[in-house]
C-alpha cells in the first residue's frame, strides 16, 4: 500500500516542485488584496458606470467592501453641505453592483451606497462572500442624490478580499 508521502517523494526525485493543494480555508494574508474604483461628480446628480477588471492571474473572493467621499474643490456650499446634510450617512450615492462574469446585477435597483459599503473604520463585512472571476469586470453603477450634497465631490469604493490562483480549486471551477 503506498504511503501518504511517496507521491511527494517521487516529484521530488524528478526536480519536480510539490503540489500544493489550496482550499477556501487554507487562503492566506500574503493573498490579500484590494480592488477600488472612483467616480469623481461634477454637478453632484451624474449617473455614472465604471467597471474594475480583475487581474488574469487569480479570482477574486469579496469579504468586504467600504467607501470614502472626499471634495475635488473646496466650495463654501460644498463643505457646509458634507458638515450638516444627513444624506452623507447613506453616501450620497445609489449605487448597483454587477457581475460581469454573470452579468448579474447584485441588486435589483440601486441602493443607498451604506447598505453594501461601510467606511474605513467600519468596513461593510458580506455575510456570503462573493467570487468575481479572472478577467472579468467588476460593474459599478454609481448615482449621486443631491447637487448641494455631491457637486464636486469624488466617490471611492473598494472591494477588499482575497485572490485565489487560477486552477487551485478545481473542484469549484477556479
Not at 57 to 85: G, M
Not at 118 to 138: D, E, M, S
Amino acid at each position: 500500500m503506498p504511503k501518504p508521502t511517496d507521491a511527494a517523494r517521487q516529484r521530488a526525485a524528478q526536480g519536480l516542485p510539490p503540489v500544493i493543494r489550496r482550499r477556501l480555508g487554507d487562503i492566506t494574508q500574503d493573498i490579500r488584496f484590494d480592488y477600488a474604483v472612483n467616480f469623481v461628480y461634477t454637478v453632484g446628480t451624474e449617473a455614472l458606470t465604471l467597471s474594475i477588471p480583475i487581474q488574469s492571474d487569480a479570482h477574486f473572493l469579496c469579504v468586504e467592501s467600504t467607501y470614502d467621499v472626499s471634495l475635488t474643490a473646496v466650495p463654501a456650499y460644498a463643505l457646509a453641505s458634507l458638515a450638516v446634510t444627513p444624506q452623507l450617512g447613506f453616501g450620497g450615492c445609489l449605487v448597483q453592483i454587477t457581475d460581469g462574469a454573470t452579468q448579474r446585477a447584485m441588486q435589483n435597483i440601486p441602493v443607498a451606497a451604506s447598505t453594501i459599503f461601510g467606511t474605513a473604520q467600519r468596513p461593510f463585512v458580506w455575510p456570503l462572500q462573493h467570487i468575481f472571476k479572472a478577467n472579468t469586470p467588476i460593474i459599478v453603477a454609481s448615482t449621486g442624490v443631491s447637487a448641494a450634497l455631491m457637486a464636486l465631490t469624488t466617490v471611492r469604493y473598494v472591494f477588499s478580499g482575497f485572490k485565489i490562483p487560477v486552477g487551485t480549486l478545481p473542484e469549484l471551477n477556479l
